[in-house]
């Protein structure tokens, strides 16, 4: 006799399930999926006023790149001006946009002369808790508050190397 009275009714119940760790989700077709132009480097809703460069996918605007349809710097300020539009959201710590330019120029002249990676001219949003020679980083802690490191991360570097361009610090 005993135990819990869910386990007296029918445990086969997908009910039944409450409760005991199956809280799995599994796909239905009135589930929330986004629409395919909803995801990319920022949502129309977030910035206001926003070209469709923003709204492309990373594989999308490295293959516009490539194609030369637009360019890493048109790129880089649409992005730079969504981040500005989105300010209230306080997304970003620290806005790098001088930074993001030049970074810009930089992948647009790799362009050119046919050095190209996959990431060569995207513009990233860098977690703050990775250390970005110059940049400010306190990772959320106010004991590294101020603190500006004098050394890249392995993880910058190897974006910096395949060039990225960094728009600021999440």
């Not at 029918?10 to 009135?30: I, T």
């Not at 070209?51 to 360019?71: P, Q, V, Y």
């Not at 790799?110 to 703050?128: F, H, L, N, S, Y």
Request: charged share 30%.
């Amino acid at each position: 006799r005993g135990g819990r009275a869910d386990d007296r009714r029918n445990a086969d119940a997908p009910e039944a399930a409450r409760g005991r760790g199956d809280h799995r989700r599994h796909g239905r077709q009135d589930s929330f999926q986004c629409p395919r132009r909803t995801r990319g480097l920022f949502r129309g809703s977030e910035g206001g006023g926003m070209s469709d460069l923003t709204t492309l996918t990373i594989a999308e605007a490295r293959d516009a790149l490539a194609r030369g349809e637009t360019s890493s710097v048109e790129l880089t300020d649409a992005c730079l001006t969504a981040i500005e539009g989105a300010g209230a959201l306080n997304a970003f710590v620290h806005r790098t946009s001088d930074m993001a330019r030049d970074m810009a120029e930089a992948a647009d002249r790799r362009i050119r002369a046919g050095e190209a990676t996959a990431m060569t001219g995207i513009p990233v949003g860098v977690k703050d808790l990775f250390c970005v020679r110059g940049v400010p980083s306190q990772s959320a802690s106010r004991i590294l508050e101020g603190f500006r490191p004098e050394y890249e991360s392995t993880v910058t570097q190897n974006l910096w190397d395949a060039g990225a361009v960094m728009l600021g610090k999440l």
